[in-house]
Every structure is written in C-alpha cells, then in structure tokens.
C-alpha cells in the first residue's frame, strides 16, 4: 500500500481511488473517511462479554490516544503493517494513528499468522496482533520475521504464561513487545506491560483508582473521562497488576470461585506435566445454582488431566464438569468466546 507514503493525509477523493485489491480496504475506506468527515471514530465492541455495542469516539479521545501512544513509546517514521481487523478498535487506532502521524501503512487480511508470506527482511517496523497470532506466528517458525519489528503491540486478550515465556525466549527481558490494557471506550490502550514485567504503566494524564471490590476506576481530567471497570486490579507506585475481572467469579452453592486465580493456579499445577488451553466458565445447575467447568482445547489426555487436578487441587476448586472443543469460538477481535465455546463443547 499506499497510505502516507508520499504525502500526509491524502483526500476523500483519495481514498476513494484505493484499489479495492487492498487488503481490508472497505473498512479502511470506511474509518478514514468518517474519521474526515465526521471527526469521530465509529466502532463496534467486541462481544467478548456481552452483545456487540455500536459506540461513537469523539475527536478529542481519539487523538489523546493518539498523541499518547505515540509519545510513550517513541514512534517515529514507522512503517506499519496492519493486520489485525480495521474495522474495531484495536486496528482502527493503528490507522489513524499512522494516519495523524504520517506513517507509511499496508494492510494484510487478520488471518491466523500474517507474516507467513511476508520475506524475512521485511521492512515493517510496528506491528499490533492478538495474541493467537503471536501464538501461530511462534508455532509456523516465523519469529525471526516477528523480530524484525521495532515495536510489538498485543491486544485483544489475555496472554497464556506459556505464550509470554516463548516471547521472552525470543526477545529477552529487554522486549519491544508490549501487553495493552485498554477497552473500546478509552480508545484502545490507556497502559502498557512489556512483556516479562508484571505492571502496566498508564499513560501520562491517566489517573488510576479502585473501588472497595478492587474494581480499577480510569480517570482522564483532561477528556472528563471518569470510568469504573469490572477489572480488579493492585495498584503499585508503577501502575497496577491485572487480577481478573469482577464477572469472572462462579457462584456455585454460595462459594464464589475466581476463576481467573484458579486458572493461574492450574496453570502452575500442569506446568511440566501437561501442556494444556483451557478456560473455566460457570453454567447454571439445578442443585447449585451454578457449577464450574473447564473447557479444554484437544488433543489432550481426559484421564490424565482429571487425575492432576483431582491431586493437586482442593475438591471445592476441582471443575465438576470437563467439556472438550476441537477449536476454539472466538470474536472477530481474536478474543475466545466462552459462552459460545461452551455450546459447541463435548461433556467427557
């Protein structure tokens, strides 16, 4: 592509004339030009966690977001490849964040690994993927391609310990890689993690608080931005470290299980005896209001995998119920969608 190449801000008449073999092009036609014409970025969330909502993004957010990122992390002249879905927030920010600064972009469709046909010596120096690309990209052999780029952005979920230490074998402690932590609403990211560290550091003008449940408010004084998440969160002199999120606790016969502790606490218990993707979800019991089950990616062993937990974890904690999927359901951000995921389960 084609975008800022030669010159700043191209027209609408421009980006009319786009070529439509673009990768991605209709919804890249479709944020810059309502970006022009509107001063607003309109986008859709994700549906990770409830039914998708359309939202609208004031001018104003949107180039705060802008501003700060790039201040943050030192960007530069970069050449940008876009690849994860340009129409939601993650890959919308990319581009006009390319955009506002005058980077040089092209686009690839978000498959699994977008790197796989690229050459070695690319020349792309910033990058934003979720973390199952990272995932395919490391497991296709194609790390060398990853450590080209100047600065990795990863988005759009969680990042399974078994991921993040295949990224520190790749980039050392010293990484260009960096978690974000963020959500439509805030225009994408508002802190970043680099990879190996356990903090996020928040954005300069980003004032951080919780609740009495631990719950990170986000206060932005300069947009009147004032906003209670459902993320529980520790607050350091650096930032915060995740703790998991408020509506990821199961209530099963009047115990409330954190399921985001548990499956860093099973997490540690397999390391070294199984490797193992997997989430824990609650699903409505007659008996106990709700029941706990852990669904899990194949191949794996049933038996094998019930005989550690039921060793190493106390009964109460243990899932009453295993549930298998050949492949995971997830949204058009890359997110696993558990609810769906649990339909299309198999009971073990």
């Known amino acids: 592509m084609w975008l800022n190449d ?19 092009i209709h919804a ?9 014409t509107d001063d607003c970025l309109h986008l859709t969330t994700s549906g990770s966690t409830g039914d998708p909502a359309k939202i609208e993004l004031p001018g104003n957010l949107v180039r705060w977001s802008i501003q700060q990122t790039t ?8 050449h940008v490849l876009l690849c994860i879905p340009a129409d939601k927030a993650g890959g919308a920010m990319l581009l006009l964040r390319s955009w506002e600064n005058g980077f040089t972009v092209e686009s690839a469709e978000p498959t699994g690994n977008p790197l796989k046909d690229i050459p070695t010596n690319h020349p792309y120096s910033l990058i934003s993927l979720v973390p199952y690309q990272i995932a395919r990209i490391l497991d296709d052999g194609d790390a060398s391609k990853l450590k080209r780029f100047r600065t990795i952005l990863i988005g759009g979920g969680s990042i399974h310990p078994e991921l993040e230490d295949q990224l520190l074998r790749v980039f ?3 990484s260009h890689c960096f978690h974000t932590y963020g959500m439509t609403e805030t225009a994408s990211h508002i802190a970043l993690r680099r990879i190996g560290q356990k903090s996020y550091v928040p954005f300069s003008g980003v004032e951080l608080s919780v609740d009495e449940d631990h719950r990170l408010r986000i206060g932005i004084p300069a947009l009147d931005i004032d906003l209670l998440t459902n993320d529980r969160v520790q607050l350091n002199p650096n930032g915060f470290v995740f703790a998991g999120r408020v509506d990821e606790v199961v209530n099963s016969g009047g115990l409330k299980i954190d399921t985001h502790r548990l499956s860093n606490h099973i997490q540690e218990i397999l390391s070294g005896r199984l490797s193992l993707e997997f989430v824990l979800v609650g699903e409505p019991d007659p008996r106990w209001g709700e029941r706990l089950v852990m669904i899990y990616k194949a191949p794996a062993d ?17 899932p009453k119920s295993f549930r298998v999927v050949t492949d995971w359901v997830r949204t058009s951000t890359g997110k696993i969608h558990p609810a769906e995921s649990l339909k299309q389960s198999v009971k073990i």
């Open 6 to 24: 030669h010159h700043l801000n191209p027209s609408l008449e421009e980006i009319g004339r786009l070529p439509e073999t673009i990768p991605q």
């Open 28 to 36: 890249i036609k479709e944020v810059l030009s309502r970006w022009i």
């Open 71 to 78: 201040s943050f992390l030192k960007l530069t002249n970069e």
């Open 172 to 174: 050392g402690m010293d």
């Open 302 to 318: 049933a038996s094998k995998l019930i005989s550690i937990l039921s060793d190493h974890l106390d009964p109460t904690h243990l």
